[in-house]
């Protein structure tokens, strides 16, 4: 496969990867519609997968509701549902070669669950500083009365990458990155470990989603590469937010479908201004996804992009 993950050989399959830990927002709507888009205007397909892995945060009814909320909106996929917590299996058996590689190390830092199952966002990249990698056996065995959460050792390399929407982006892994955790001390694999093997599993060769996952990209490259696993193609979209650039936030119910829904009037609607406001259609207009497909091109929409996209309404 090649890095456009656009051959012959192989049609594009994008995904839609949603957390059920709220309502969608706007800014998830725009990431989806543009994953959407890219596979769509390419022939190829989406597969939907609910990214369950945080077992506390998820909830059945916004499982439910998302799939709908997708639905209303024309935003249809074409395999699917996956769920992360039917995968645990996967997860382990990826574990286990990294194991078997020897670079994997129990951590027992208790600040650990701060990277873990969430995906980390724009900005708080914490650089992990090798705490446990050296642990003697007594310290070790002083710190055993704790349950480890599990990282994975990375070296000097410098991950780069032509993002489709950002250009090129790298990371000298050490500096940058830092061991990173795979598994939390409470037994759940980590967001950048089951994103990768999922992504793989699925046939996924195009990644759309908001840039705050950008700096997450080298670490899974780096994963895909200890895995022998392919490189989707990523293009990291910019972040809708607030005023005063504030992230919306599916917990506080910013910008929610059902908000959209009774401001806007309809889904057409909805997507219209998202399209509008994300400067994908020169005037709002009410647009089913299927409706924009015939003038979306993602080079035409890069040029001049923001890394974050003001919702007008909210200010
Ligand atoms: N599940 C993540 C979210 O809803 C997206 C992860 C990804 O696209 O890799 O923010």
């Avoid at 670079?103 to 701060?114: K, V």
Wanted: net charge negative; charged share 25%.
């Amino acid at each position: 496969m090649t890095e456009s993950g656009a051959t012959e050989a192989a049609p594009v399959v994008g995904r839609f990867a949603p957390s059920p830990t709220g309502r969608m927002h706007a800014g998830n709507i725009y990431a989806a519609l543009i994953a959407w888009l890219v596979a769509k205007s390419q022939g190829g397909r989406m597969v939907l997968r609910i990214e369950d892995l945080d077992r506390e945060r998820s909830k059945a009814a916004y499982i439910d509701q998302i799939q709908r909320d997708f639905e209303a909106l024309g935003l249809f996929w074409d395999e699917g549902p996956c769920f992360q917590h039917d995968r645990d299996e996967a997860y382990a058996e990826a574990f286990a070669r990294l194991e078997t590689q020897g670079l994997l190390y129990p951590c027992f830092c208790t600040r650990a669950d701060l990277h873990a199952a969430s995906a980390p966002h724009r900005g708080e990249k914490l650089v992990y500083a090798g705490t446990c990698r050296h642990l003697s056996e007594v310290e070790a065995r002083r710190a055993a009365g704790r349950t480890p959460g599990w990282r994975v050792a990375v070296d000097g390399r410098t991950i780069a990458f032509e993002d489709l929407v950002q250009g090129t982006y790298s990371q000298k892994l050490d500096r940058d990155c830092g061991d990173f955790l795979i598994r939390r001390s409470d037994g759940a694999f980590a967001y950048q470990l089951a994103v990768v093997v999922d992504d793989a599993a699925q046939g996924v060769n195009s990644v759309v989603r908001g840039v705050d996952l950008l700096c997450s990209t080298p670490q899974q490259r780096y994963l895909q590469d200890l895995l022998g696993l392919p490189h989707p193609a990523y293009a990291h979209v910019p972040l809708l937010v607030a005023e005063q650039n504030r992230r919306l936030s599916k917990r506080d119910r910013d910008a929610a479908l059902d908000e959209l829904l009774a401001r806007f009037g309809s889904p057409r609607a909805v997507i219209g201004h998202i399209a509008a406001v994300a400067g994908l259609v020169p005037e709002e207009a009410p647009a089913t996804p299927e409706e924009l497909l015939k003038d979306f091109s993602l080079e035409r929409f890069r040029d001049g992009l923001p890394d974050l996209v003001q919702i007008p309404w909210r200010s």
